[in-house]
T-cell receptor, first 113, second 114 residues
Framework: SQTIHQWPATLVQPVGSPLSLECTVE??????LYWYRQAAGRGLQLLFY??????ISSEVPQNLSASRPQDRQFILSSKKLLLSDSGFYLC????????????FGPGTRLLVL | GENVEQHPSTLSVQEGDSAVIKCTYS??????FPWYKQELGKRPQLIID?????GEKKDQRIAVTLNKTAKHFSLHITETQPEDSAVYFC?????????????FGTGTLLAVQP
């Protein structure tokens, strides 16, 4: 069966510091991968998605970036965090193709102070 | 692009009553409609989904209906229990591409009062 991991689970970082969040998927090949952000009490905002190694599409302009160095690894990064970057970051995967279910990872709770 | 509206934003029901959450979408090409349940501090989890070639789908106390003509779909929960309390998100996705982007509604906070 497929499993999706995210780490760290929680993170407290000062404003201006760098960020690296990691997501890995097991038990499947060539998945579509997604990064979402959820502010407290709010909906799910799609940040990036990837259909293959090195292929990243950005949904919203921001100071975050994403990379996919391996088939089942998805990384979310920032060079300098802003207060507004605080939130719950969720990685998700789906089988490649349209109309496929997305499955979410456990999430990383980021607090920027 | 696709836009998904979800109502109500909050819903309070008595245990045992039914709950209905409604979503409308704008892109007639959308053909996949999942519903996710998110408990406080947890990840969203798929509870039921429906594809455009089906009008209704049921799984125990949960059902989803789809009206393609009107471009709306609804989640029905019968005999609600306190453990049904959570935020529920609807979403829509359209075929014809490899990306499978889901457009989410803004969520409904369901509170089931014991």
């Amino acid at each position: 069966s497929q499993t999706i991991h995210q780490w760290p689970a929680t993170l407290v970082q000062p404003v201006g510091s760098p960020l690296s969040l990691e997501c890995t998927v097991e038990g499947t090949s060539n998945p579509n991968l997604y990064w979402y952000r959820q502010a407290a009490g709010r909906g799910l905002q799609l940040l990036f998605y990837s259909v293959g190694i090195g292929q990243i599409s950005s949904e919203v302009p921001q100071n975050l970036s994403a990379s996919r160095p391996q088939d089942r690894q998805f990384i979310l990064s920032s060079k300098k965090l802003l207060l507004s970057d605080s939130g719950f970051y969720l990685c998700a995967w789906s089988v490649s193709g349209a109309g496929e279910t997305q499955y979410f990872g456990p999430g990383t709770r980021l607090l920027v102070l | 692009g696709e836009n998904v509206e979800q109502h109500p934003s909050t819903l309070s029901v008595q245990e045992g009553d039914s709950a209905v959450i409604k979503c409308t979408y704008s892109d007639s090409a959308s053909n996949y409609f999942p519903w996710y349940k998110q408990e406080l501090g947890k990840r969203p989890q798929l509870i039921i989904d429906i594809r455009s070639n089906v009008g209704e789908k049921k799984d125990q106390r949960i059902a989803v209906t789809l009206n393609k003509t009107a471009k709306h779909f609804s989640l029905h929960i019968t005999e609600t229990q306190p453990e049904d309390s959570a935020v529920y998100f609807c979403a829509a996705s359209k075929g014809g591409g490899a990306t499978n982007k889901l457009i989410f509604g803004t969520g409904t906070l369901l509170a089931v009062q014991p």
